[in-house]
């Protein structure tokens, strides 16, 4: 069955930087877009970055020129680099994949940026 296993969340200092990782299982990984959500308390799931099969990647506006999402199709990883974190990067980052079984989520890591 299709699984995602994110980890590296934890709590930085504005201005730092976390490294959140997926690893993917169950499906043919090199075939899939990929895909980093993220949500606040409060605030609706939100899509953060996604990357297609061959590495072109798209941004949300918040995040452009601080993420970095990267994929490694042979290791079935997925990554998000993130720098110049804010206080309002903080939430639980989702890794998602979408196929014929919709909608895959892992268990979420939790990012806390704060002083």
């Known amino acids: 069955q299709v699984q995602l296993v994110e980890s590296g969340g934890g709590l930085v200092q504005p201005g730092g930087s976390l490294r959140l990782s997926c690893a993917a299982s169950?499906?043919?990984?090199?075939?899939?877009?990929m895909n980093w959500y993220r949500q606040a308390p409060g605030k609706q799931r939100e899509l953060v970055a996604t990357i297609s099969p061959a590495g072109s990647t798209n941004y949300a506006d918040s995040v452009k020129g601080r993420f970095t999402i990267s994929r490694d199709n042979a290791k079935n990883t997925v990554t998000l680099q993130m720098n110049s974190l804010k206080p309002e990067d903080t939430a639980v980052y989702y890794c998602?994949?979408?196929?014929?079984?919709?909608?895959?989520w892992g268990q979420g890591t939790q990012v806390t940026v704060s002083s």
């Open positions: 998602n994949v979408r196929g014929v079984w919709g909608d895959k």
């Open positions: 169950g499906f043919i990984f090199s075939i899939r877009p």
